[in-house]
């Protein structure tokens, strides 16, 4: 039987539970209070950021807990009794219905880093040092993350997906925005390439123009001649 910590997922993997819940079983208030303690944990506190992301969803975070504001909770009961079920809002592409703006820098490989991301969501958050790496398979994105003696690679990621559905999103993002930084790379290379050498002074030139040059300057530095001395008287 596994630990009150874990649960069993659909697929009969044992996964780690969060206030009790599985991540596929994350409501939105749960990934907004998800996302607040993860900053707590990085850096003492709940950011700017974060708060305005609950407040544009409609949500308060009050003593730790993310609540609904009076106003979305009434708009939405009235929905309910006037409408009913309401099909789902058009979601942004990908389908988690974030906006993912990638900024991706590729460098010099190092052993099988090939280049860094950055990735804004909802124009409000920011999450940098996404690695872009290389393996016999092809590229894919390892998450920042810090030093952990206690982790088996030595690391522990700072900033993870919770459900496959947006993990895929999200490294679908950040290898296609580092795929087109390569194509613009690889296309200043060519059109470098195709662009005719500078015509090269020949030697006979060159010998020339420093003849001129040498004469030129020992002229500069010739003594003036001396006025004639005044005849003796």
């Known amino acids: 039987m596994a ?13 780690r539970l969060w206030n009790g819940k599985l991540v596929e ?38 003593g730790g807990e ?7 909770e009434e708009m939405t009961m009235s929905k309910e009794k006037t409408t009913g079920a309401q099909a789902p809002e058009q979601e942004a592409p990908g389908g988690s219905g974030l906006k993912l703006d990638v900024t991706a820098r590729p460098i010099d490989p190092i052993k099988n ?13 920011v999450v940098e040092d996404f690695k872009i790496l290389q393996s016999d398979k092809g590229l894919y994105v390892g998450m920042p993350s810090k030093p952990d003696k206690n982790s088996r690679t030595g690391y522990r990621d700072t900033v993870k997906p919770i459900t496959k559905e947006f993990r895929e999103e999200l490294h679908e993002a950040i290898l296609e925005a580092y795929q087109q930084e390569i194509e613009k790379l690889q296309a200043r290379v060519a059109a470098a390439r195709q662009a005719p050498p500078p015509e090269k002074e020949s030697i006979k030139g060159q010998l020339e123009a420093g003849a001129k040059k040498a004469a030129k300057e020992n002229a500069a530095r010739a003594p003036k001649e001396k006025p004639a001395k005044a005849a003796e008287r």
Request: aromatic share 10%; with cysteine; glycine share 8%.
């Open 3 to 15: 630990p009150r910590r874990y649960g069993v997922a659909p697929d009969g993997s044992v996964q």
């Open 25 to 62: 079983d994350f409501t939105e208030a749960d990934t907004l209070r998800f996302m607040a303690d993860t900053d707590i944990q990085l850096h003492g506190k709940v950011s700017a950021d974060i708060l305005a992301a609950i407040k544009k969803a409609g949500y308060r975070y009050e």
């Open 66 to 72: 993310v609540l609904l504001r009076p106003g979305k």
């Open 113 to 125: 880093l090939v280049g860094f991301a950055t990735v804004k969501l909802n124009d409000c958050f």
